[in-house]
């Protein structure tokens, strides 16, 4: 059996987060263990309530986990503070994990879920341990520090946030405009670009979510970088094709 390990924040509507993140790896085949960062009051459209878990126990779940399951790859999602970035990050480095780190800053609905203070943390301390970093637009903005208005400001901005210490790194274009959408994989020599149609719908909540734990779920199994990036950006197309038009607001990836 595979395993993966998701350490991320709770969406108590099931449309992104840690529920997404058990959805895709089981679809895929793989047992995921959960590691949660943050408890939110959350539906299709909004955030009401946010509860951040104690660093140490978060902790606490990670060396749980890892002191029975053989587990070589995990992911980040919701990381909400300072004390949980860190404390991430050094289990991350004590135990050799490869860590696909998305750096979820802000929710579909607008509401923040990486306060300010923190995002210095995860530039200085996770991203350093980091084997993928998988950010959108804004989010590799808010990283690299360059505006992106087209591929080649993305390309700019996957050198620069891989010279903050990422193995690999891919810039996602969902938030361009334009009738595809490209994505660009960076692995400090060489860029591959991967373009999808766009998909005309509101119901991509929990997409970034799914990408990152297909990745988690490819890796798991054994793919090299590349082409686990490739069948986990095909997956979560089709995840968008098959939306699940739920909910008052914006509908998750199915």
């Known amino acids: 059996m595979r395993f993966a390990m998701t350490i991320a924040g709770s969406d108590s509507s099931a449309g992104a987060g840690m529920q997404q993140d058990l959805k895709t790896c089981t679809a895929l085949g793989v047992y995921c263990a959960t ?5 939110t009051a959350q539906n299709t459209f909004e955030v ?11 902790e606490a779940q990670i060396e749980a986990v890892l002191a029975d399951l053989e587990i070589e790859h995990a992911k980040t999602g ?46 200085e301390s996770l991203l350093s341990e980091a084997y993928f970093v998988t950010p959108n637009v804004p989010e590799a ?6 505006k992106i208005s087209n591929v080649k400001d993305m390309m700019e901005a996957a050198k620069e946030i891989k010279s903050l210490g990422p193995k690999y790194v891919v810039v996602k274009g969902g ?10 994989f960076y692995d400090g020599s060489s860029f591959k670009k991967f373009t999808y149609r766009r998909i005309n719908t509101k119901n991509t909540h ?7 734990a297909a ?40």
């Open 175 to 184: 938030h361009l405009q334009g009738e595809f959408v490209t994505d660009v």
């Open 35 to 39: 590691v949660i960062t943050s408890i």
């Open 215 to 254: 990745l988690t779920s490819y890796l798991s199994i054994g793919y090299e970088p590349l082409k686990a990036y490739s069948l986990a950006r095909r997956f979560m197309q089709r995840a968008i094709e098959k939306n699940l038009s739920i909910g008052k607001g914006y509908g998750p990836a199915n």
């Open 78 to 123: 919701m990381l909400s503070n300072s004390d949980i970035v860190r404390s991430v990050a050094k289990e991350v480095r004590e135990h050799s994990l490869k860590v696909i780190v998305d750096p979820v800053m802000v929710a579909k609905s607008g509401a923040v879920l990486l306060k300010q203070e923190a995002i210095s943390s995860l530039k």
């Open 48 to 58: 009401t309530a946010i509860h951040d878990v104690p660093a140490e126990i978060v």
């Open 141 to 146: 903005e808010i990283l690299s520090g360059i």
């Open 206 to 212: 929990g997409g970034g979510d799914t990408l990152s």
